[in-house]
T-cell receptor, first 116, second 117 residues
Framework: GAVVSQHPSRVICKSGTSVKIECRSL??????MFWYRQFPKQSLMLMATSNEGSKATYEQGVEKDKFLINHASLTLSTLTVTSAHPEDSSFYICSARDNRRSYEQYFGPGTRLTVT | AQKITQTQPGMFVQEKEAVTLDCTYDTSDPSYGLFWYKQPSSGEMIFLIY??????QNATEGRYSLNFQKARKSANLVISASQLGDSAMYFCAMRGNYGGSQGNLIFGKGTKLSVKP
C-alpha cells in the first residue's frame, strides 16, 4: 500500500523556537496534503489543506503565520510551528491524497511535539 | 455542514466475539465517502474500510464490515472474531466531494475498544 512518512516522529523544543515537520508521500504523487492536530484523548482536527505550488488553505481559528505550510513538490509538504509555546504541544498528523485515486488518503505516522 | 457522531466513548468485547461500533453522519452533499480508521497507542492512523454513498453493497474487508444504512445516515463498523490486537481507538470519518476543503476528512470523537481475553 501507499506509504507516507513524517519526520521527526518526536521532537522536544524550547518555548520560542521553531520546529519544522516534514510529510512525504513515498510511492505516489500528492497534489493535496492535509495537516491535522490531535490533542490527547481527542479526535483529529483539520488545521490546513496543503496544495502543491500554491498557498495553503487554513481552517477557521488556525493562525497561518504561526503554522507555516509549504508544499513545494508533489511528494513533500512541511509544517513549521513558529515561536512554539507549551500550548502547541500536540500530535501532528499529515495525510496525502493519491492523485490517481481520488478517495484514497494515506496518513503519516504522526509527530509528537512537546514544547517546554 | 458535515458532522460525524460516535456516541460510544468506550466499548468492551470478549475475545473471539463480534462487536459493532456506531457512527452516524450528517451531510447535505449528494455524494460522499465514509471511512473507518484504527488508531493504536502508537498514534498511526490505520485505514480499515471505505463506503461510497452510491455503493449498493455494504463494504467488507476481512474481519471488518460496514453496516451502511443510508436512510438512517448510519455507517456502523462490525468487527467479527475480535482479537486482542484490535484494542485501539476507532474513528469514523466522512469525506465530501464538494466544497472548498478539497476532500479533507471530518472525524468523529472516536470509540475506544478494549478486547478482553
Amino acid at each position: 500500500g501507499a506509504v507516507v512518512s513524517q519526520h521527526p516522529s518526536r521532537v522536544i523544543c524550547k518555548s520560542g523556537t521553531s520546529v519544522k515537520i516534514e510529510c512525504r508521500s513515498l510511492d505516489f504523487q500528492a497534489t493535496t496534503m492535509f495537516w491535522y492536530r490531535q490533542f490527547p484523548k481527542q479526535s483529529l482536527m483539520l488545521m490546513a489543506t496543503s496544495n502543491e505550488g500554491s498557498k495553503a488553505t487554513y481552517e477557521q481559528g488556525v493562525e497561518k503565520d504561526k503554522f507555516l505550510i509549504n508544499h513545494a513538490s508533489l511528494t513533500l509538504s512541511t509544517l513549521t510551528v513558529t515561536s512554539a509555546h507549551p500550548e502547541d504541544s500536540s500530535f501532528y498528523i499529515c495525510s496525502a491524497r493519491d492523485n490517481r485515486r481520488s478517495y484514497e488518503q494515506y496518513f503519516g505516522p504522526g509527530t509528537r511535539l512537546t514544547v517546554t | 455542514a458535515q458532522k460525524i457522531t460516535q456516541t460510544q466513548p468506550g466499548m468492551f468485547v470478549q475475545e473471539k466475539e463480534a462487536v459493532t461500533l456506531d457512527c452516524t453522519y450528517d451531510t447535505s452533499d449528494p455524494s460522499y465517502g465514509l471511512f473507518w480508521y484504527k488508531q493504536p497507542s502508537s498514534g498511526e492512523m490505520i485505514f480499515l474500510i471505505y463506503q461510497g454513498s452510491y455503493d449498493q453493497q455494504n463494504a467488507t474487508e476481512g474481519r471488518y464490515s460496514l453496516n451502511f444504512q443510508k436512510a438512517r445516515k448510519s455507517a456502523n463498523l462490525v468487527i467479527s472474531a475480535s482479537q486482542l490486537g484490535d484494542s485501539a481507538m476507532y474513528f469514523c470519518a466522512m469525506r465530501g466531494n464538494y466544497g472548498g476543503s478539497q476532500g479533507n476528512l471530518i472525524f468523529g470523537k472516536g470509540t475506544k475498544l478494549s478486547v478482553k481475553p
